[in-house]
C-alpha cells in the first residue's frame, strides 16, 4: 500500500524503510508537517502517516478524505492532534503506536532530574572553560526525596520503579490506580500530591481535564523550591504560570521535554534564527531550566518499535482486519 508519510527526518526514513520492505509497503516521504497547507500532497494515498506535531484538524481530515485518504496512522502514542469526531464523520480509520518504550521516556525524565540536581549541563560547561571550581554545583541525595507522579500509565509505572531504586517515598496520582505501581509507593489527591512532593514528574496524556493542569493555583500549593519535570504534552504545564514560579523561586528547577508552542520550533534546526516566540525564550534564560528537544522517546529500541507497529497497523488495515491500536471516536449523541 502508498503511504504518505509527513514530518519525516533521515531517522524515520531509516527505521521506517527497513520495516516497510519487510511489510510490503511503499512508503513516500515528506520533510513538512502535516497542515491544511501541505494536505494536497497527500492526494491520492489510501494511507498517511503521522507524527506528533502534524494537524489533524477537521479542515485538513476533509482536505485529505477528498483525497482519497481513508486510513491515518500515527506513529505516536498521543492523538490529542486529531479531531476524532470528524474522523468519525468523515469514516476515516485512525490508529497509533500505544506503547513504544515506556523505558525510553521514563529514562529521559529521571536523566533530567539528576542533571537539574547535580548540574551536569553548568559543571560540563564549566570544565570545558577550565573552569574546576564547584561553587553552585550543590546538590541533595535522592534518597528519602519525595516524589510526586502524576499519571501511572506504563511510562509513569516504568519511572516509579528507577525512583524506588534511588529509594524515593513515592506518591502517585491517576484516575485509575496501577497495581504495579501501588507496592512502590502510596496513591494520594492530585492536592496531596503537590503540596507534599519535592519533585514533580508528569506521565498523563493531554485531555480536556489535563490540560494547563499546571497552573498558577497548582504551582501555589507546591513546596517552594520544587522540581517539575514534564516528559509528556506540552500542555499540561502554563508556561507564563511556571515563568512566574521561576522568578518569585517558588519553582527551583524545570525540567521539559515538551513544550505548549513546540511545533514551530522542535525538530528543526533554528540556530541561523531569532527565535521569535518570547515565553520559550524566557524560559530559556532561567540557568536552573533544562530544556530538550521532545526527544525522550528518542532510542533505537523506540525507533525500532515505532516502526514495527506502525506497519503492522497499515498491514491490518489493508487486509480489512482490526487491531487493537485503532482509535474509535464515540458516537455523537
Known sequence: ?????????????????????????????????????????????????????????????????????????????????????????????????????????????????????????????????????????????????????????????????????????????????NVECAPLGRYVSLEELLSESDIITLHCPLSLQTYHMISRAAIGRMKPGVMLINTSRGALVDAPAVIEGLKSGHIGYLGLDVYEEEAELFFEDHSGHVIQDDVFMRLATFLNVLITAHQAFFTATALEEIARVTMANLTAFERSEPTRNELLPPAKS
Open 1 to 177: 500500500m502508498r503511504v504518505a508519510v509527513f514530518s519525516t527526518k533521515n531517522y524515520d526514513r531509516q527505521f521506517l524503510q527497513s520495516a516497510a520492505k519487510t511489510a510490503g509497503h511503499e512508503l513516500v516521504f515528506f520533510e513538512p508537517r502535516l497542515t491544511l497547507e501541505t494536505a494536497p500532497l497527500a492526494s491520492d494515498f489510501p494511507a498517511i502517516c503521522a507524527f506528533v506535531n502534524d494537524q489533524l484538524s477537521s479542515d485538513v481530515l476533509a482536505r485529505l478524505a477528498a483525497g482519497g485518504t481513508r486510513f491515518i496512522v500515527l506513529r505516536s502514542a498521543g492523538f490529542n492532534n486529531v479531531d476524532l469526531d470528524a474522523c468519525r464523520e468523515l469514516e476515516l480509520r485512525v490508529a497509533r503506536v500505544p506503547a513504544y518504550s515506556p523505558d525510553a521516556v521514563a529514562e529521559h525524565a529521571v536523566g533530567m532530574i539528576l542533571a537539574l540536581n547535580r548540574k551536569f549541563h553548568k559543571a560540563y560547561n564549566r570544565v570545558r572553560e577550565g573552569n574546576f571550581a564547584i561553587d553552585g554545583l550543590l546538590g541533595f541525595d535522592m534518597r528519602g526525596r519525595t516524589v510526586g507522579i502524576i499519571g501511572t500509565g506504563k511510562i509513569g509505572a516504568v519511572a516509579a520503579r528507577i525512583l524506588a531504586g534511588f529509594g524515593c517515598k513515592l506518591l502517585f496520582y491517576d484516575v485509575v490506580q
